[in-house]
């Protein structure tokens, strides 16, 4: 035991001066998206640590000794610990997009015009990483279907507006799906220009209602 104690003190110290130096090189590598703050920075130390601290117990292939698992549990601990301190909520807010949640009833609303090359089905591969992130967002909640709304302006016909906006929350859904949603079901809709949320009058208000909206029903809430 105080071997094992050693070795996580040790990683610890790494990680903290790893996460250290992340910070105070930003600059050295471009990222098209705005720069991680601590909250996504401490989600990827912690998922990183969890694999890394258990690598350090590993002692042979295909064994998974106790070492492990505490391996595992403390690096589930450090990204619990940034999580908490600045949440996943707080990225995506920064990043454009809305978390909306009445009693249990949750919508993630992603702006279109970010998360699509324009007039187009094909999702802006300059957002992954923040898709990513939704998803991780997600998976903080235990549910059983995820229903995927794809909505338009009124600028072209009802008939394309309604495929477009199908096509973009299957594409959506596709993604979610991929990246581990725990979902019995993941399903895209399309309504086009219909249940707009603003005026198709103004560019404002046609922006507004070209959105994505995610939602499902929270069973209860991860610990």
């Not at 998974?64 to 999580?83: T, W």
């Not at 993941?186 to 939602?215: C, E, K, W």
Request: charged share 15%; glycine share 8%.
């Amino acid at each position: 035991m105080k071997y094992i104690a050693k070795r996580l003190k040790i990683m610890i110290l790494v990680l903290l001066i790893t996460f250290g130096l992340t910070a105070c090189n930003r600059s050295v590598f471009h990222n098209p998206l705005p720069t991680p703050n601590k909250t996504s920075q401490g989600v990827i130390v912690g998922a990183v640590s969890g694999a890394a601290i258990a690598s350090l117990f590993a002692t042979g292939p295909g064994v998974i000794p106790a070492g492990a698992i505490i391996g595992g549990i403390a690096g589930g601990a450090i990204g619990n610990y940034f999580q908490r301190q600045q949440t996943l909520l707080q990225v995506l807010e920064e990043q454009g997009v809305r978390v909306i949640r009445v009693g249990d009833n949750m919508r993630v609303i992603l702006p279109v015009d970010l998360f699509f090359y324009p007039d187009s089905q094909v999702i802006n591969t300059r957002y992954f990483k923040v898709l990513n992130l939704v998803a991780l967002y997600i998976r903080c909640f235990n549910k059983i279907t995820v229903r995927v709304a794809g909505y338009t302006d009124d600028r072209c016909s009802q008939k394309r507006n309604l495929s477009l906006s199908y096509v973009r929350a299957l594409n959506i859904a596709n993604y979610l799906w991929a990246h581990h949603i725990d979902a019995r079901l993941i399903f895209p809709v399309g309504y086009g220009d219909q249940y707009p949320i603003a005026t198709n009058h103004t560019q404002r208000g046609r922006a507004l209602n070209r959105r994505m909206v995610i939602s499902f029903r929270v069973l209860h809430d991860y610990d």
